[in-house]
């Protein structure tokens, strides 16, 4: 299977069941829906922010059809002016490289670091897809599942309404 093996670990520890779908690289939303047109799941767009400081990291994670807001964004949150993290940062705080952005990166945060924004009409869903830390795989977990899986981490997360 493509993608870390620690988190293939971590999902059998903690009794996470996943389906895999293997697939070419799909580094964007637009290439990677071409291989998400049978699969069963919410899919998401994961982002990763810093402040304007550069002294915090954020990942936001919402369902892949909807846009989102920064300006908005950085009113709700209240942390200032926020922007695209580079690849240095998203490498040294979640181990990923540009277009494998995914939740389970904060497998790697071992500081817990990153604080996660997830759009609360991911509630709604019974599963919810994500890279597994490569973009040459999908993996689809159950929502109560992703919820263990968040728990897991230590990392603070919030449910928001986004956009």
Known sequence: MNGQKELYEIFKNLDINFEYYEH???????????????????HCKNIFLRNHKGNKHYLVIFEHTKELSIKSLEQSLK????????????????????GSVSPFGLINDTENHVTVFIDKNLLNSDSISFHPNINTASLIIKKDDFVKFMNWTKNYYEFLELY
């Open 79 to 98: 942390q200032g002016k926020l922007s695209f993290a580079s690849d240095w940062r998203l490498k040294e705080y979640l181990n990923l490289k540009a």
């Open 24 to 42: 070419p690289e799909a580094p964007t939303i637009e290439i990677a829906k071409k291989y998400w047109e049978n699969l069963e799941a919410t």
